[in-house]
């Protein structure tokens, strides 16, 4: 081909490249708002302005600093900014449509598929980080991976694996007759038993290790005040956990195996129903994080015999409800630290935010339930790059109409979502 004839060639070639290599230099975003929530004072600050770089806050100042001429800009007017929110005990593996034994018409890969909607209506709700804790066949782990890899749309997920306790616990299988043979492959009976779950879920995918401390509403032949794992197996599972840098979560309701989860060095204790005096000052003395699901019970009451809940499952979860939202009024009353999880799975997913109510009910301020969900939960996930609007941190927030700090019920219906910079939703 001539020069002449390849000349015009190459000219409408870079014309045609020209556009879209513009707008793959444009990766700055300014993202304004009436208000933003600064977590760290509880105060509201007026017209800020957020500058955003591949993925990352780069800057938070107010309206009208300089910034990139060609920078994309997201006006948010009569909306407060947020950190992205953070739920600390889900279960997207599960539906709460089925319960007893009516999940048993579907095979195993039915639950692996439902994580991938539940993942979406999760960050849709503004929940934009959660700790699965505890899934089946790893699928929080693939989960993790597929959402990491961009091929489906969900929160930034800490994986678990597979939870873990005593044979017969909680967290072993606990439906069925002998001769089916069920049971969890992780039991521990024993130090060293706990020790090996701790470092095969690791090399299997698991960031956070979860345990089962003593009985649960939601399995059978257990009662949530039995102790069900020995000091010295979760003291096992602790060390273990803590040399290899991961943290530890207990589900314990009762009083005793609260105690001595905390004693062991569990990093949070979740639902903490029954939780006693003695608990509360061990809680506050070894820093230990709270995690209490305080909402879920309206729904479980509500529609649990519909979905196939058992009697007896539901008998366990009316006698521990308020129970479980007195002593949460008085642990905050104490100063323990608390954080934000709601198990969802137990209740649908998406309705996550309607917990904030409820805490404030029983004895939060409105910024203290925000807290929890951010600030709180970023530090007892020892993260630094979530939880809160400042530079470094990764572009996690959301907005909302008017002042939730007035009214938190905002935060049950969010409008805005946006995740690693990327606006993942806008029904403004």
């Not at 000219?11 to 045609?16: G, K």
């Not at 939601?218 to 273990?240: C, H, I, L, W």
């Not at 309701?253 to 000052?281: K, N, Q, W």
Request: proline share 4%; charged share 25%.
């Amino acid at each position: 081909m001539s020069a002449a004839r390849i000349a015009p060639l190459l000219l409408a070639l870079a014309s045609a490249l020209a556009p879209a290599t513009a707008t793959a230099q444009v990766s700055a975003t300014v993202v304004t708002a009436e208000r933003m929530l600064d977590v760290r004072t509880g105060r509201l600050v007026d017209q800020p302005q957020l500058l955003l770089r591949d993925g990352r806050i780069v800057s938070v100042g107010r309206r009208g600093d300089a910034a990139p001429a060609d920078a994309r800009r997201i006006d948010l007017p009569g909306m407060t900014l947020l950190p992205g929110l953070i739920d600390m005990h889900v279960h997207l593996d599960s539906d709460p449509s089925y319960g007893g034994y009516t999940g048993l018409q579907f095979g195993d890969r039915f639950w692996s598929m439902l994580s991938v909607p539940n993942a979406e209506k999760t960050l849709m709700a503004g929940f934009t980080t959660v700790r699965n804790v505890g899934a089946d066949a790893w699928n929080d782990v693939g989960l993790r991976q597929a959402i990491d890899e961009g091929k489906v749309r969900g929160p930034r997920i800490v994986t678990a694996g597979y939870s873990f306790g005593a044979t017969g616990g909680h967290c072993d299988s606990t439906f069925f007759p002998p001769s089916m043979d069920e049971k969890s492959p992780f039991n521990a009976d024993g130090p060293d038993e706990a020790r090996r779950a701790v470092r095969t879920l690791r090399k299997y995918g698991a960031q956070v290790i979860k345990i089962c401390a003593t009985g649960g509403v939601f399995s059978r032949n257990t009662e949530p005040g039995q102790q069900q794992m020995s000091y010295a197996e979760m003291k096992a599972v602790a060390d273990d956990a803590h040399m290899l840098g991961l943290k530890v979560a207990a589900h314990a309701h009762g009083a005793a195996g609260i105690r001595d989860a905390i004693r062991a060095g569990v990093d949070t204790i979740e639902h903490a129903s029954l939780i006693d005096e003695e608990g509360i000052r061990l809680a506050k003395q070894h820093g230990a994080w709270l995690s209490m699901d305080i909402y879920n019970t309206e729904y479980t009451q509500a529609e649990g015999r519909r979905n196939g809940v058992l009697e007896d499952n539901l008998r366990k979860d009316r006698e521990i409800a308020e129970i479980q939202r007195e002593n949460f009024r008085r642990a905050h009353a104490a100063g323990v630290r608390m954080v934000y999880g709601t198990d969802a799975g137990v209740h649908p997913h998406g309705d996550n935010g309607r917990q904030f109510a409820v805490m404030v009910r029983y004895g939060m301020s409105p910024v203290q339930a925000i807290q929890s969900a951010t600030l709180n939960a970023a530090q007892a996930l020892g993260r630094d790059d979530v939880g809160v609007l400042e530079a470094g941190r990764l572009a996690d927030l959301v907005a909302v109409s008017g002042d939730p700090t007035a009214d938190v019920r905002l935060l049950e219906a969010v409008p805005f979502v946006m995740k690693g910079g990327d606006v993942v939703k806008d029904a403004r």
